[in-house]
């Protein structure tokens, strides 16, 4: 089974900078998955913000995060980052890894199977 941890969360300033790290725990490598990262605030359903093709590498955003995250992966250590840059006060939120095979809908929360247990990151103005 693949089990996810995310570090790297914390508060901020708006403009600021942080990169989220996604291991995975135990289970099998990445090979043939998809990885994304989603966010959610209180009162708000979960969000899609970036996902990673493990094989090809492919990497999709929501347009919110588009030109100021990015997302990507280290091989030989099986972790997948997400570089978040100017940081906006409604970025606010638990952010979590996910994990499927890949196939379906990748930005749609309800197709992944896998997850982390979420790290709060907080953007103050």
């Known amino acids: 089974q693949v089990r996810l941890v995310e570090s790297g969360g914390g508060s901020v300033r708006a403009g600021g900078s942080l990169t989220l790290v996604c291991a995975a725990a135990?289970?099998?490598?990445?090979?043939?998955?998809?990885v994304a990262w989603f966010r959610q605030a209180p009162g708000k359903e979960r969000e899609f913000v970036a996902a990673?093709?493990?094989?090809?590498?492919?990497?999709y955003y929501a347009d919110s995060v588009k030109g100021r995250f990015t997302i990507s992966r280290d091989n030989g250590k099986n972790l997948v980052y997400l570089e978040m840059n100017g940081l906006k006060p409604e970025d606010t939120a638990v952010y979590y890894c996910?994990?499927?095979?890949?196939?379906?809908?990748?930005?749609?929360?309800?197709?992944?199977?896998?997850w982390g247990q979420g790290t709060q990151v907080t953007v103050s103005s």
């Open positions: 990673i093709d493990w094989s090809g590498g492919e990497t």
């Open positions: 996910a994990a499927k095979e890949m196939g379906g809908d990748y930005i749609y929360y309800g197709t992944y199977v896998y």
């Open positions: 135990s289970g099998r490598a990445f090979n043939s998955y998809v």
